[in-house]
């Protein structure tokens, strides 16, 4: 058995074994006030770098579109291992990217009225935490299968007194009958954002999986659900087991669609049958699309079965 964290990707993703002595060194006292001047280069990309070393914790916020002023906030803790908050402390509360940014509040403003939230590759939950402060009747699951990052989303949901309100599930979305072996370590200088159901590792803890189909049998045929699906490429194996889920419910999904991972022609043929068109997640504003293309600049995609109109009408920007 191959082993993702020895292959070049893997490897280059933790710059040779660069990484942790690099980045304690820019959080440290005397080396991180000279990042501040950094930020305003060009070509830099500010979330990458790193938070202060003594930095405990960050506050977000999430805003609905069309009514900027309101806002819930929500912490995320230990900004010097998770990528999101990081990119939270740079950002003054907000994603450093606009489409990221505009990806977060897109999916408090489509909550609203929903009746349950099934966060797929939840990381350190910002999504379910972010939709948990702006609406505090939904209910929510977060699946992360990662044992480290899972040990750090439910602190977070914890921190932010969310437990009565988020699940966390730890495990992987997709085949039922498959079972992972999964890095069982701390991920190094971050907890490790791009692991997938179709990654191997030579050695870890072994962690079940569960279709969406199987798990959607406890909601109520009326429920409104939505998803969001962060699996790096992994997304085609989550919905060829949420046929059903998709057939009832029609959920609004936000996903990941990676340009070196996805297969979009296959993602089309799952999506189809049950009426989803298809917009590309750009900054600030949801672009029409008839076929879906992964791209370069943006990486999330919405489907939904609302027309371009309906989400206007609702406050959400959309270039048809």
Not at 76 to 87: F, G, H, S, T, V
Not at 166 to 184: E, K, Q, T, W
């Amino acid at each position: 058995m191959g082993d993702y964290r020895r292959t070049f990707l893997g490897r280059r993703q933790q710059w040779f074994g660069l990484k942790p002595a690099a980045k304690r060194a820019l959080a440290s006292p005397l080396l991180h006030p000279l990042l501040r001047p950094a930020t305003r280069l060009p070509g830099i990309t500010i979330g990458r770098l790193p938070a202060p070393a003594h930095l405990t914790e960050v506050t977000g916020r999430v805003r609905t579109l069309g009514a900027p002023d309101d806002a819930a906030e929500f912490v995320l803790l230990r900004p010097d291992r998770c990528e999101i908050a990081k990119e939270m402390y740079w950002g003054a509360g907000r994603r450093t990217s606009a489409a990221d940014a505009f990806a977060l509040d897109l999916m408090a403003t489509r909550a609203a009225g929903a009746d349950v939230f099934l966060d797929i590759g939840a990381y350190t939950g910002i999504f379910s935490l972010a939709l948990a402060a702006a609406h505090a009747d939904l209910e929510i699951h977060a699946f992360e299968m990662v044992p480290a990052v899972a040990d750090a989303c439910q602190a977070n949901i914890e921190r932010n007194g969310f437990g009565q309100q988020i699940a966390l599930h730890r495990i992987g979305v997709g085949d039922p009958d498959v079972v992972l072996s999964v890095p069982c370590g701390d991920g190094g200088s971050a907890l490790p954002s791009f692991y997938s159901v179709d990654m191997e590792f030579s050695s870890g803890t072994e962690v079940s999986c569960r279709s969406l189909d199987g798990f959607a049998k406890q909601f109520g045929p009326g429920d409104r659900v939505l998803l969001k699906v962060d699996v790096e490429g992994a997304e085609n194996t989550v919905f060829g087991f949420g046929q059903q889920l998709l057939a009832a419910h029609r959920p609004e999904i936000l996903c990941e669609v990676l340009p070196a991972r996805a297969q979009p022609r296959e993602l089309e043929k799952l999506l189809a049958p049950h009426g989803y068109s298809y917009y590309l997640v750009g900054e600030g504003v949801l672009e029409h699309r008839q076929r879906i293309v992964p791209d370069e600049d943006f990486r999330d995609w919405f489907f939904t079965t609302a027309t371009p109109g309906e989400l206007a009408a609702a406050g959400v920007p959309v270039r048809d």
